[in-house]
Every structure is written in structure tokens, then in C-alpha cells.
């Protein structure tokens, strides 16, 4: 681990201050020096090849170099070239985006701005989750603070660089989270995934080259552009440079949002910064990047929270939402939880998806209610491991994933299920 001498929450740091989400107080703070820097001292290619060097992955869950995926934005093509902001946050256990468009919505769209001077963007379509009305409103007062001040436009800070933004809202689908089922409804049609290739680069938003990122990828452009790649790479790890904003909830004393360099031990978020499990109890299990990602149980807590050290425990960063829970929780009825939100959320446009999200859901319910058998245990392992690297877009994977890690570190809750015919954690949240 890389120990940086510098303050740690560069993009939360001025998050308390009600100037920052203003346009002329975010100028007071220093915003849109990168901007103007990146627009009129780099061109493309040296600003591509910054973010590249920087190392910034991003932050959406997938971890893809954010450089590389603007260098796949085709330079010898005479379409309009889109970007796509990612911000329909419907991951359970993930709520930093609706901060970050309520407190920092400035900071996402200067590294909009430099991220479409590096693409030859023509426009920007930032898609936001239907249910985050107050944000959405947020973001529309500061695309059009950015356009009275001539930032965005036909003439982008007086450059002669034309870029449009456009704030479209969602209808509340998980799905639609998935980058080109967020195309597929930002074009008005159903949300459903595309098939891949063509990827978004050769066919993206209305056919157009399209490069898909999400709110916090965009809002670290900003500063390393300010303050350099050394900087830049002074947090974190060698292969994952940076900090995120991991979104801590459940079974703690201090729920909320802490930005850390990535690589800080899980232990430490959860028993430092976030307080602990209050009561005197013990934890139990931790999921540590939003529902989607296999739980940890509390044996491998000091795992640091960087996808090369947890892929290593079969798990992944996802979304950076920390779900913690405690002694008295039933891992069942997590997994109920769980099983219930995929089967509803799918699109149901792949068999294994549809079928499969199904099955698990009844057979965990089954064995939640009393009527399980121990078979049924093999069937859930048997089902999950087959929807896995089977479908169109990576939802299947994303709703067996977490089943297979109950299984793998819970059994014995499942087991004991069986067995005794009812649950055997009376203090465990109700469903």
C-alpha cells in the first residue's frame, strides 16, 4: 500500500460547503481550471494518454480503464460521437451517486466536458434514476448554470469546441443500469440489453459512437488533470491508483459515505470509520460492493477493498456499497432478499436469466418457510452455476453470484433451516 501524503477526500472534500454546488462557488473553490487547461493547452490524444498513465479505472463496477475506453472512440468517422453519463444507481446498498449529483454535480460535468474534448463528443446524455427527483433536479440547475456561463454550447469556454448536454430520466429499472440497456431506454424503447459486438464505441446511443462512464468516473478527470499523475497515483494500489466513496450501511454505528484510497483494509471501514456493530454484537457478513457481489464472512474482513485482492476471495469491488451484518442475521433470508429483487428485476429477455433468477427465488423461499430438503442445496448451486457467462449482458451472473457466496460461507444457516424445519435466528429481521 502507497501511504499519500495528501488529504485523502478530494472529491468529497467540499461536499459540506452549499457553495460548491453552485457554479460561481464552485469557481471560488478552483472548478473549471481543468477544464480549461484540458481545452486549451492538450489536445485529445495527450489528454487521452494522461488518464491512461493516471491509471483511473472505472468506478461503475466493471473497474475498465477509463483512458482505454476513450481511446476506443473511433478518430477516422464522420458520425456525431456521444458521451454517456451512467447515472441510473439502482445497485441495493450503493447511494454515493445521488450525493455526488446532489453536492457535486459541477465537478461530474467538468470532467464531462473534458472527457468529450478528448472524444471529439458532439453531446452528452446523462441518464439519471427515476426515483432521484431532487438530484435530477440538481443537475438540470447546473447544466444550466454551465450554458449561461458559455461552458457548454456551440462555443465551449470560447474555444470554437461545441458540446451539448441533455438530462434524461429513468423509469425505475435495475437493469437499465446496464450500459447499453440504458442506451436501449435512452432512445425510448424497452430496456433490454443489446447483443455485443457491435460494442458502444461502433454502435452506440441513436447508432452513433458512444462512450458509457459513470458520475464518480468522470469527477476525479478534474483533479488529476490539476494536480498530475504522481499525485494521482500516490493513493491506492499499483493497479487500482485512486480513492472511491464506499457507502457503508446495515449493522453499524455510523452508516454514510467515506472516500478512501482503494486498498484500505475492509476491517478498517467497518470497525474505524463506520463504528462498528453497536450492542456489543459481532459481525457475521459483509458484502462488500453492493447486493450483486458475493458476501465475506467476518474471517476475511482484513481483505483491502481493490478488486485484485478481492477477486482473490471470489468476490469483487462492484459499486463500492458496504452491507454489514450481524450475529443475529439469517443469511436464508438475506438470501430470499436477494433472489426475490433479481427474479423481479430481470429483463427476461434470456432463458437462463428468466428461469434461473425464478428457481432460485422459489427454492430459497421454500427452504425459508420450513419446506426445504437438503437437495435443494445442490439444485441452487447447480441452477446458479448455470445462468453464470450464459446471457447477453452480465445480470444473470450478478444475481447468482450472491447465492453462491451464501452457500459457499453459510451453509450451516441453510442446513440448519432444513433441519429444523423454521428459522433458527428469532432475532433476525423479519421479511
Given at each position: 500500500?502507497?501511504?499519500?501524503?495528501?488529504?485523502?477526500?478530494?472529491?468529497?472534500?467540499?461536499?459540506?460547503?452549499?457553495?460548491?454546488?453552485?457554479?460561481?462557488?464552485?469557481?471560488?473553490?478552483?472548478?473549471?481550471?481543468?477544464?480549461?487547461?484540458?481545452?486549451?493547452?492538450?489536445?485529445?490524444?495527450?489528454?487521452?494518454?494522461l488518464v491512461k498513465a493516471s491509471g483511473l479505472q472505472g468506478r461503475g463496477g466493471a473497474g475498465f480503464s477509463m483512458g482505454m475506453?476513450?481511446?476506443?472512440m473511433p478518430k477516422e468517422d464522420d458520425r456525431p460521437k456521444y458521451l454517456v453519463c451512467n447515472a441510473d444507481e439502482?445497485?441495493?446498498?450503493?447511494?454515493?451517486?445521488?450525493i455526488m449529483l446532489e453536492r457535486?454535480?459541477?465537478?461530474?460535468?467538468e470532467g464531462i466536458l473534458i472527457a468529450a474534448w478528448a472524444t471529439?463528443?458532439?453531446?452528452?446524455?446523462?441518464?439519471?434514476?427515476?426515483?432521484?427527483?431532487?438530484?435530477?433536479?440538481?443537475?438540470?440547475?447546473?447544466?444550466?448554470?454551465?450554458?449561461?456561463?458559455?461552458?457548454?454550447?456551440?462555443?465551449?469556454?470560447?474555444?470554437?469546441?461545441?458540446h451539448d448536454v441533455r438530462v434524461t430520466r429513468g423509469a425505475g429499472a435495475y437493469i437499465c443500469g446496464e450500459e447499453t440497456g440504458l442506451l436501449e431506454s435512452l432512445e425510448g424503447k424497452k430496456g433490454q440489453p443489446r447483443k455485443k459486438p457491435p460494442f458502444p464505441a461502433q454502435y452506440g446511443a441513436f447508432g452513433m459512437p458512444t462512450t458509457v462512464n459513470n458520475v464518480e468516473t468522470y469527477s476525479h478527470v478534474p483533479h488529476i488533470i490539476n494536480k498530475g499523475i504522481?499525485?494521482?497515483?500516490?493513493?491506492?494500489?499499483?493497479?487500482?491508483?485512486?480513492?472511491?466513496?464506499?457507502?457503508?450501511?446495515?449493522?453499524?454505528?455510523?452508516?454514510?459515505?467515506?472516500?478512501?484510497?482503494?486498498?484500505?483494509?475492509?476491517?478498517?471501514?467497518?470497525f474505524e470509520h463506520a463504528g462498528g456493530v453497536p450492542g456489543g454484537r459481532k459481525v457475521k457478513g459483509v458484502i462488500p460492493g453492493g447486493m450483486s457481489m458475493p458476501i465475506l464472512p467476518a474471517g476475511l474482513l482484513d481483505v483491502p477493498m481493490a478488486n485484485e485482492f478481492l477477486r482473490e476471495q471470489k468476490t469483487m469491488l462492484g459499486t463500492g456499497g458496504i452491507m454489514v451484518m450481524d450475529e443475529t442475521t439469517c443469511m436464508v433470508r438475506v438470501a430470499s432478499i436477494i433472489s426475490y429483487f433479481f427474479?423481479?428485476?430481470?429483463?427476461?429477455?434470456?432463458?437462463?436469466?428468466?428461469?434461473?433468477?425464478?428457481?432460485?427465488?422459489?427454492i430459497v423461499e421454500r427452504i425459508e418457510r420450513g419446506a426445504g430438503e437438503q437437495s435443494d442445496i445442490d439444485v441452487l448451486?447447480?441452477?446458479?452455476?448455470?445462468?453464470?457467462?450464459?446471457?447477453?449482458?452480465?445480470?444473470?451472473?450478478?444475481?447468482?453470484?450472491?447465492?453462491?457466496?451464501?452457500?459457499?460461507?453459510?451453509?450451516?444457516?441453510?442446513?440448519?433451516?432444513?433441519?429444523?424445519?423454521?428459522?433458527?435466528?428469532?432475532?433476525?429481521?423479519?421479511?
Open positions: 500500500m502507497l501511504q499519500s501524503p495528501y488529504v485523502t477526500s478530494y472529491l468529497t472534500e467540499h461536499f459540506g460547503n452549499d457553495e460548491f454546488t453552485t457554479l460561481d462557488g464552485y469557481e471560488r473553490l478552483g472548478g473549471y481550471q481543468a477544464a480549461r487547461k484540458a481545452l486549451t493547452e492538450m489536445s485529445p490524444d495527450d489528454l487521452i494518454e475506453k476513450w481511446s476506443f439502482s445497485e441495493p446498498g450503493s447511494f454515493k451517486d445521488r457535486g454535480a459541477h465537478q461530474m460535468l471529439g463528443a458532439a453531446a452528452t446524455f446523462i441518464y439519471i434514476r427515476g426515483e432521484y427527483s431532487f438530484p435530477a433536479d440538481c443537475v438540470e440547475r447546473a447544466v444550466a448554470e454551465a450554458y449561461e456561463k458559455g461552458y457548454f454550447g456551440a462555443n465551449a469556454m470560447g474555444t470554437g469546441f461545441s504522481d499525485w494521482f497515483r500516490a493513493f491506492g494500489t499499483d493497479k487500482s491508483p485512486g480513492t472511491t466513496i464506499f457507502g457503508v450501511s446495515g449493522h453499524v454505528a455510523r452508516p454514510g459515505l467515506y472516500e478512501l484510497p482503494l486498498g484500505t483494509p475492509l476491517s478498517e471501514i467497518v427474479r423481479d428485476e430481470s429483463c427476461g429477455q434470456c432463458t437462463q436469466c428468466r428461469e434461473g433468477t425464478g428457481w432460485m427465488n422459489k448451486l447447480d441452477v446458479a452455476g448455470k445462468m453464470e457467462a450464459s446471457t447477453i449482458c452480465a445480470f444473470a451472473d450478478a444475481a447468482a453470484w450472491p447465492i453462491q457466496g451464501l452457500l459457499r460461507h453459510f451453509s450451516e444457516d441453510f442446513i440448519a433451516h432444513i433441519g429444523g424445519r423454521k428459522c433458527p435466528f428469532p432475532e433476525s429481521f423479519e421479511l
